[in-house]
């Protein structure tokens, strides 16, 4: 499975961003997904999860109630619709696969495929 993530940019805090994630296979729904996301010099972190039925979500203290993690299987595509953005939310996102990702849906080892990443800046 190929993922390949779109959708950064540049914004000024408090705005918003959607960043989505395609898969190259009419094969999402099998797969658990989740985002990630690195920032310069730290380890790449966890931000949030969602089954492939779409039925349970799961985030990241640091994004719960500014994030929102959706799937449309029909389109193989998963999407971050990120709000009230801040300065820190900067990193490059990674979508990411799992088949069994339910598991321990916050660890990067739950996921087996990963997309490129794509670039989020927040200005302050």
């Known amino acids: 499975v190929q993922l390949q993530a779109s959708g950064g940019g540049l914004v000024q805090a408090g705005g918003s961003l959607r960043l989505s994630c395609a898969a190259s296979?009419?094969?999402?729904?099998?797969?658990?997904m989740g985002w990630f996301r690195q920032a310069p010099g730290k380890e790449r972190e966890f931000v949030a999860y969602?089954?492939?039925?779409?039925?349970?979500?799961y985030y990241a203290d640091s994004v719960k109630g500014r994030f929102t993690i959706s799937r449309d299987n029909a389109k193989n595509t998963v999407y971050l619709q990120m709000s009230s953005l801040k300065p820190e939310d900067t990193a490059v996102y990674y979508c990411?696969?799992?088949?069994?990702?339910?598991?321990?849906?916050?660890?990067?080892?739950?996921?087996?495929?990963w997309g490129q990443g794509t670039k989020v800046t927040v200005s302050s």
């Open positions: 990411a696969a799992g088949a069994y990702s339910w598991r321990n849906p916050h660890t990067k080892a739950a996921y087996d495929y």
């Open positions: 296979e009419r094969t999402v729904s099998s797969y658990d």
């Open positions: 969602i089954s492939r039925s779409g039925g349970s979500t």
